[in-house]
């Protein structure tokens, strides 16, 4: 495949992924917990853990590596464009796992099953397969 190819994939997928994860943040249900054997929702919480979705808008910056993509369209992916896409992840990855007051990342993927969550999971895993493949194939 061509360059040009790879990266309309390449944008498509990271588009999904940054929707996705405007989409739980706006129109989720939100994060869950589990307790004693029991699903809860974090948002019906007061003290804490009320807001957890929203940390899922770090994810938007990668809007960045979307414009650069773009811009780079016909060109192959460059080193400083590959390490700014895996810092945005990585911080990204950072701020969910350390951010999150109650709710539970696997719990709300795997009992809850949140479409969105889902999408956006799997759209990461495809996006870094990607960019991975387009620095590997420069």
Same mark, same amino acid.
């Given at each position: 495949m061509r360059n040009r190819s790879l990266s309309i994939i390449f944008i498509f997928i990271l588009g999904i992924q940054i929707i996705s994860a405007i989409f739980f943040a706006m129109f989720s249900d939100g994060f869950y917990a589990m307790s004693s054997g029991s699903l809860f929702?974090?948002?019906d919480l007061l003290s804490?853990?009320?807001?957890?979705?929203?940390? +899922?808008?770090?994810?938007?910056?990668?809007?960045i590596s979307l414009l650069l993509r773009t811009?780079?369209?016909?060109?192959?992916?460059?080193?400083?464009?590959?390490?700014?896409?895996?810092?945005?992840?990585?911080?990204?990855?950072?701020?969910?796992?350390?951010?999150?007051?109650?709710?539970e990342l696997d719990t709300t993927i795997?009992?809850?099953?949140?479409?969105?969550?889902?999408?956006?999971?799997?759209?990461?895993?495809?996006?870094?397969? +990607? +960019?991975?493949?387009?620095?590997?194939?420069?």
């Open positions: 929702k974090c948002r804490s853990g009320g807001d957890d979705e929203v940390i +899922m808008l770090v994810f938007a910056g990668l809007v811009i780079r369209f016909n060109r192959g992916v460059s080193i400083i464009e590959a390490i700014l896409f895996f810092c945005i992840i990585g911080i990204g990855l950072w701020a969910v796992a350390n951010g999150i007051d109650c709710g795997i009992e809850k099953r949140d479409p969105y969550l889902l999408v956006f999971s799997a759209s990461s895993i495809l996006s870094a397969l +990607m +960019m991975a493949y387009l620095v590997l194939r420069r």
